[in-house]
């Protein structure tokens, strides 16, 4: 089983709609989690970090289920500057790494 | 804003050559990291950096690949005897924290012919 893993897409939507992606991992001792967001050819910036308790960020809501390993992104009001690959990020407890997913294309189409 | 750079942008070199790529982390934090993106596939984990020494390195960080930290600011990663399957986005990054926020840099494309 990958260490993270992520439905690749892409997930084409028209402007407006809200789309979710998913991402599980498999080590259960993992603490941290992330979602990053890489245009094509750019480096990855932080999009948000996700707590136990689910946070949301404006049109962007994030949620763990530490119990079924999985964590989850929400984007609201889908904009066409949102169109970018998203990347789920595992921080490795046991070792100073941070793991990414392969990514989840993303299309918003006006 | 305090940001991560990193020199060159972009590198093209023979292959069997040997490559330094270069980053300046930001100033404050105190782990540092490489990975590595080929075109199209995904960010892949390379080497973790702290108190002047690996703490983590993956498979693909063999016997070719080293890092250093010469001077207490820059952040190197060199490759030895380059190989065509090198060629790749290096990205180097910062933390202030373990399994804290990432800070990238925007990256050394590589290209071995």
């Known amino acids: 089983r990958k260490e993270v893993e992520q439905d690749p897409g892409p997930f084409n939507v028209p402007e407006g709609a809200t789309v979710a992606f998913n991402c599980t991992y498999s080590n259960s001792a993992s603490q941290s989690f992330f979602w990053y967001r890489q245009d094509c050819r750019k480096e990855p910036k932080l999009l948000m970090s996700?707590?136990?308790s689910g946070n949301e960020d404006g049109r962007f809501t994030a949620q763990l289920n530490r119990a079924s390993q999985y964590i989850s992104l929400l984007i609201r009001d889908s904009k066409l500057s949102d169109s970018a690959t998203y990347l789920c990020?595992?921080?490795?407890?046991?070792?100073?790494?941070?793991?990414f997913g392969s990514g989840t294309r993303l299309l918003v189409r006006p | 804003e305090p940001e991560v750079t990193q020199t060159p942008s972009h590198q093209v070199t023979q292959m069997g050559q040997e490559v330094i790529l270069r980053c300046v982390p930001i100033?404050?934090?105190?782990?540092f990291y490489w990975y590595r993106q080929i075109l199209g596939q995904k960010v892949e984990f390379l080497v973790s950096?702290?108190?002047?020494?690996?703490?983590?390195k993956s498979e693909i960080f063999d016997d070719q690949f080293s890092v250093e930290r010469p001077d207490g600011s820059n952040f190197t990663l060199k490759i030895r005897s380059t190989k065509l399957e090198d060629s790749a986005m290096y990205f180097c990054a910062s933390s202030e924290i373990a399994g804290g926020e990432l800070f990238f840099g925007e990256g050394s494309r590589l290209t071995v012919l």
């Open positions: 950096f702290y108190n002047n020494e690996i703490s983590e």
């Open positions: 996700v707590y136990s």
């Open positions: 100033s404050n934090h105190l782990y």
């Open positions: 990020v595992v921080f490795m407890d046991s070792s100073y790494k941070l793991i």
